[in-house]
Every structure is written in C-alpha cells, then in structure tokens.
C-alpha cells in the first residue's frame, strides 16, 4: 500500500499544475487508437510501394491518436510526432486535400518518420530478424501503439512456460494474436457478432469459445475453455508473424500487478529478465493504453476492461450541473471525469497499490483535466476509509462525496443505458464496503436516479477480517460448511479440502469466539467455496480464477437446481443456501460428474436471483431489472439471467459501453455524485 502522505502529495500537486490554475482546452473530441486500414495494409504488403514494410503506416483512417496528444488541438505539434519533419512527398500528402493523408498528424515515411531497432537485452543490435527470434522460441518485448507487449510464438510451450516464469504468471490465461481470421477459426468457435468485433477499427481482445482439440498448449489458458484473441492492428503487428508464424502471445509489457511499460529506457530496466529481445522505436507514447477486452453477449458487445481503441470518447449521460472527478476503486482502477453530458472514463490504470500503477494514475487525471476543460468541484469516491483512492481525494481540497461501491456499479448501468426510470438492480462482485460494515457483494437494490434502497442480499457468513481471503477458496469453502453446512466435523472437512493440519480447529475457534471476523455477502466468495469444495480451485493465482475454472466445466445446462431459500427479516430479504451444501457434497460423495454439478450450482444462483426478482418485483409493481458486478462477467450465468429474466416479464438491463467489474464504477460515482 502507498503512504497516506504519498497520495495527498500527489493529489495536491494535480490541482495545482491543472485546471486550479485554469490550464484548460476548448471541449474536443479526441480520436483514440485505431487499428490499421485495409488501404495501408496494402501498402505494407506491396513491393512497389515507397512505404513497403515500413512498421508505422498509417493515414487519416488510423493509427495513433490519444496515445500520442500531448495537448489539443489534435494538430501535429502537439503530439509526439512534432519530433519528426516530413519529407517533400510526405508533406504534399499531408496538404493534398484529395490525399488519404490529408492532415493525418501521424503521417510519415521510411525517409522521415520513427525508427525501429531490434537490441538483445546487452542493447547490442540483432542481426537476424525479429520474426526469427520468435520462431526461435525467444521472447520479445515489442513497442506498440499504447505501450509494450511480451510476445512469443503460442504455439511453442516451452516459450510460453518460460514467459510464465519470468513474468511470474503462474496460471492466469495469456492473451493471443492471430495472423488473420481464418487462423482464430482454426483455434476457436467465432460467431459473426464476434468476427465483426475483431476486425473492427477498435481491434479489442475478443473472448472465444476455445476448439476442444488444438496445437496450443494446455498452459497458455489452464483449466478454461476460453480464449482471448485479437487480430494485428498495427503494421508492426503485421510483421511480427514473418512468413511462418500464425499465433503468437501477446500479453502486457509488465510484471504482474505494473502498468504497461512505455518507454524504452523505461522498458529496458523493467522488462529486463523477462524479455530475451527488444523491439523499440522512438516515437514517444504519452498516454498508457492497455488493450480493451471484450466478448459477445447476445450478439452485441460487452466490454470488460475499456481502453485502447475506446477511451477518452465520452459517454453520454444526464447533464449535470457541475464537473465532477470520481476516483473508482483500487483495483481494476479507471477515474471519470464529468463535464456536463459528457462522461470521460479513463483508459485501465490496474492495481493503485502499485506504485508505478499509481503514478500513472495521477498524470493521467492531469492530463485528462487538460484535454477537457474540467474544473471538478466535486470529487467522487468509495465508502471504504482505506481505499487509496478515498486518501487521494482527502488530498484534493475540493469537496467530497462517498459512493457506495454496489450503489456506484449499478449507477453506472443505468447511465449508460441512459435510464432514469425505476429499477431493481442486482450487483454481485468479490467485496465492497457496505454501510452497515461488513463486505456486500450479493445486493439487490429498488430505486432511481441514483437514489437506492438496500431491499435483499446473500445470507452473511464470517469470514475473516483480511482481504487474503480472496486468495484461499478452500479456506471459504470451510467457513461456509462449518457455518452453514451442519458439517461439525472439522478435521474431516480440512482433510477433504486439503488444508494444512489444524487449521479446521483453528478456524472452527475462531467463529466460536468471533475473533477477526467480519461478515460477507460477497458472490464471489460464494462461488470460490463452490470451486474449493469440487476440487478445481483451492487458490487464486489471479482475481476470479476459482469462478472462471468453475464456469468453464459447464458445458450443458441443466435445468436441476439445489434448494435454497428467501426469507424475510424486517423490511429485507435474506437469501439462504443453507440447504445446497449438504446437497453438494452428496452429489460429490456418489461421484456425480463435476462440469454437471457446477452447472447445477449455476442454475443454482441463477434461480435464486429470478424468484428473488420476482418477489421484490410484487413488493414494488417494478418490473424494469439491471444487472451489474464482476459476476456478471460469467457469460454462463448472465445468458441464463437474460432468458430467464425475460421469460418472466422482466426488461434487463446490462452493460455493453463500460465493464459490469470495477472498471466501471466510476462513471456510476460520478453521475451519483452530480445528482446530489
């Protein structure tokens, strides 16, 4: 965690060198990060052409654009290629209105744009091409458009278990880019919504259903059956693969929990160890940009982390009053800036508790109140006193407004579904700060506009008062039969989820005495216990891992559920799974099929969620139902929300602009915070 002093330092500095000295732009609409045209991939690939194989092609239809802007107007001297002077031919392009390059800011030549040099990690010029290293086994670090990339061939295991060791990755799956189409098809399942989603402008990573029978090795995505996979979108992309080479990994230039690396020099000390070559050139990238990461849900799609090829377009909300500055969460982290109806979500900044992650973080909130103008009044920011990003608004000297962390997830589907209507919102995620002290995660809301009521959760069980227990499954898994599954024997439950010897007594004398607990309605940990007890996941390596290898033994639904139970205490409903525990251990002890029994527990959820719908939706008259958090992630399970639901009258509300998971709290912080 970051000093207390470090953040309000930081926080004050911002104010200072921006907008409190009034340092602004006229509002603008800067373009972000497009993938490369079909015109200048024919150039690439032509022999005839003066720009053949020349790594940064590009024209007014794409290339950089936010990760180079400096300051607006998106003119050439103020970006990073104001470094560069256009040769003759390059400039008459440039000032030929009937030019594909006419005013392309970027626009350059062999003769007079950026380099591009090869070195080994001894910054010593490799001879043989880049494509050779890769098809050598060697791992590359290769600048692109919005920082760096760790590559090496995806089909080549010892590459890909080398990278995992070095980068220390132990099981979190790898993103992959394909040649062209036809490669992915080779590899996945691709429905035409996800074909066009590939080959759009944007060029995001795209969730796949991955092809049972493959050449790739088991260790590039352990234990799922999906698959992330982007096509090339810059002509260096292109050619990366050289005349052999069809997939290749292409994962962020980082250490686990870092930012992206982006300069070279930075790269060269932060890469080092990891990297076995260096790809570089010398056009500077002044706005970090991760790549966007999405999938398809009923034919349109949903994103999960929003950035390069995304951000900084706004979002259109309700016009509000004042500008805001809300501040997210401090993992997944994204900040939102709100001038008038136009809501700026940042570019993924990652973990803040990393320092380099943070730093990053505060330019970037710089530099966002540059570009747009923006003088926040407010700012917006988690319930949670410990959150560093609840330390770093005490630092700006403006006012504040805490949001809860459900009630900002599910402001921020209603915003961007532009819906000010009444409501009944559901939010499952890992953890967040509940007013009443202890760790929501399984919430159901009533309301509008920003204005909600608390009115059902997920029973709590205690768990203890540190956030390691969203590393151990199997630790959660023995809180919740010890508490809700009338299993006494603690020896026995620690043998069979493998525990180390005493630590069932130990946990067992705890709950008895109350020390270092804290109570949780979290979903994720529901679903960590589910994967512990079946035997798939005793620890996460990286957020949501038990979930996700959960998920994926799901290969056909079933329409069988465990009991559960809705009562009602005061004026909220408490939802129960007392009764599926005992159920799911019996299923494992007569050796029922696990990928059954984990789409039985899915059903599960999926029921309970319905009927408790249902039940507010008779309390209320409402019928209009939205659906946030991480969970909401599990494509199995919100498919089967969105049938369901809809079967039942429900219209259903979800999120396709900003990610359902904590990147996207901050657009609903700040349009909470604008209302009040």
């Known amino acids: 965690?970051?000093?207390?002093?470090?953040?309000?330092?930081?926080?004050?500095?911002?104010?200072?060198?921006?907008?409190?000295?009034?340092?602004?732009?006229?509002?603008?609409?800067?373009?972000?990060?497009?993938?490369?045209?079909?015109?200048?991939?024919?150039?690439?690939?032509?022999?005839?052409?003066?720009?053949?194989?020349?790594?940064?092609?590009?024209?007014?239809n794409c290339g950089p654009r936010f990760s180079i802007i400096e300051r607006t107007p998106y003119d050439r001297k103020n970006t990073t290629m104001d470094f560069f002077t256009m040769c003759p031919k390059c400039q008459g392009e440039?000032?030929?209105?009937?030019?594909?390059?006419?005013?392309?800011?970027?626009?350059?030549?062999?003769?007079c744009g950026p380099t591009l040099v090869c070195l080994d990690v001894e910054m010593r010029p490799y001879s043989e091409d880049y494509a050779a290293l890769l098809e050598r086994g060697l791992i590359g670090a290769v600048k692109s458009i919005g920082g760096f990339h760790l590559?090496?061939?995806?089909?080549?295991?010892?590459?890909?278990?080398?990278?995992?060791?070095?980068?220390?990755?132990?099981?979190?799956p790898f993103a992959v880019m394909a040649r062209d189409?036809?490669?992915?098809?080779?590899?996945?399942?691709?429905?035409?919504?996800?074909?066009?989603?590939?080959?759009?402008?944007?060029?995001?990573?795209?969730?796949?259903?991955?092809?049972?029978?493959?050449?790739?090795?088991?260790?590039l995505n352990p234990g799922l059956n999906s698959l992330g996979v982007m096509l090339p979108y810059t002509p260096l992309h292109h050619l990366l693969f050289g005349s052999r080479l069809e997939i290749l990994v292409m994962t962020s230039g980082n250490r686990s929990d870092e930012s992206i690396a982006c300069d070279n020099a930075e790269a060269l000390a932060r890469l080092r160890g990891i990297a076995d070559f260096f790809l570089l050139h010398d056009r500077r990238i002044l706005n970090l940009c991760d790549d966007s990461i999405t999938r398809v849900a009923r034919n349109r799609m949903q994103i999960i982390r929003r950035s390069r090829g995304y951000v900084p377009l706004p979002i259109k909300v309700q016009s509000t009053p004042y500008p805001v500055l809300a501040l997210g969460g401090d993992l997944k982290n994204t900040f939102c800036l709100l001038k008038g109806d136009?809501?700026?979500?940042?570019?993924?900044?990652?973990?803040?508790?990393?320092?380099?992650?943070?730093?990053?973080?505060?330019?970037?909130?710089?530099?966002?109140?540059?570009?747009?103008?923006?003088?926040?009044?407010?700012?917006?920011?988690?319930?949670?006193?410990?959150?560093?990003?609840?330390?770093?608004?005490?630092?700006?000297?403006?006012?504040?407004?805490?949001?809860?962390?459900?009630?900002?997830?599910?402001?921020?589907?209603?915003?961007?579904?532009?819906?000010?209507?009444?409501?009944?919102?559901?939010?499952?995620?890992?953890?967040?700060?509940?007013?009443?002290?202890?760790?929501?995660?399984?919430?159901?809301?009533?309301?509008?506009?920003?204005?909600?009521?608390?009115?059902?959760?997920?029973?709590?069980?205690?768990?203890?008062?540190?956030?390691?227990?969203?590393?151990?499954?199997?630790?959660?898994?023995?809180?919740?039969?010890?508490?809700?599954?009338?299993?006494?024997?603690?020896?026995?439950?620690?043998?069979?989820?493998?525990?180390?010897?005493?630590?069932?007594?130990?946990?067992?004398?705890?709950?008895?005495?109350?020390?270092?607990?804290?109570?949780?309605?979290?979903?994720?940990?529901?679903?960590?216990?589910?994967?512990?007890?079946?035997?798939i996941c005793t620890l996460n390596s990286y957020e949501g891992e038990a979930a996700m290898r959960l998920e994926a033994l799901c290969r056909e639904r079933t329409e069988d559920y465990y009991p559960f139970s809705i009562a009602a205490s005061d004026s909220m409903k408490i939802i129960s799974v007392r009764e599926m525990w005992p159920l799911v251990m019996k299923d494992l002890e007569k050796k029922r099929d696990k990928g059954y029994i984990a789409a039985k527990f899915h059903r599960t959820v999926e029921k309970m969620i319905i009927e408790t719908f249902k039940v507010l939706r008779q309390a209320t008259g409402i019928s209009t139902a939205a659906l946030s958090g991480g969970s909401m992630q599990n494509a199995f399970l919100l498919s089967g929300l969105l049938n369901s639901l809809e079967k039942e009258g429900f219209i259903v509300l979800i999120h396709r602009q900003v990610p359902p998971n904590d990147g996207g709290i901050s657009l609903g912080q700040a349009v909470m915070a604008g209302r009040l």
């Open 342 to 535: 136009n809501a700026y979500l940042s570019q993924h900044i990652g973990d803040l508790s990393n320092k380099i992650c943070f730093n990053e973080f505060a330019k970037a909130i710089v530099n966002y109140q540059q570009y747009f103008q923006a003088n926040p009044v407010v700012a917006a920011h988690d319930l949670h006193p410990d959150y560093i990003t609840t330390r770093f608004a005490q630092g700006l000297g403006i006012e504040m407004i805490g949001i809860q962390h459900h009630e900002a997830h599910l402001a921020s589907c209603l915003a961007e579904n532009n819906y000010g209507g009444d409501v009944l919102g559901l939010v499952c995620d890992g953890s967040g700060y509940g007013q009443d002290g202890a760790i929501w995660g399984f919430e159901f809301f009533a309301g509008k506009n920003g204005f909600f009521k608390r009115v059902a959760h997920l029973e709590y069980v205690h768990c203890l008062a540190s956030d390691g227990m969203a590393l151990r499954p199997d630790r959660m898994a023995l809180l919740y039969l010890l508490q809700q599954g009338e299993f006494k024997d603690e020896k026995r439950l620690a043998r069979y989820l493998k525990l180390p010897e005493g630590e069932g007594a130990l946990y067992k004398r705890l709950l008895a005495s109350n020390q270092n607990c804290i109570l949780t309605s979290s979903c994720g940990r529901l679903f960590d216990a589910a994967a512990a007890i079946l035997g």
């Open 94 to 111: 440039y000032e030929e209105p009937l030019s594909r390059r006419f005013h392309a800011q970027p626009n350059a030549c062999p003769d």
């Open 151 to 172: 590559v090496c061939d995806a089909k080549n295991g010892d590459a890909v278990n080398k990278l995992r060791r070095r980068k220390k990755r132990e099981t979190k």
């Open 181 to 219: 189409i036809e490669t992915v098809k080779r590899y996945c399942r691709v429905s035409q919504a996800e074909e066009e989603l590939l080959n759009s402008d944007q060029a995001p990573i795209v969730i796949l259903q991955q092809v049972k029978e493959t050449e790739l090795p088991y260790f």
């Open 1 to 60: 965690m970051l000093a207390e002093k470090e953040d309000t330092r930081f926080a004050k500095s911002i104010m200072v060198t921006g907008v409190a000295q009034g340092i602004g732009f006229d509002d603008v609409y800067i373009s972000p990060d497009l993938a490369i045209c079909q015109e200048c991939r024919k150039e690439l690939s032509d022999p005839a052409d003066r720009r053949y194989k020349f790594p940064f092609i590009n024209c007014t």
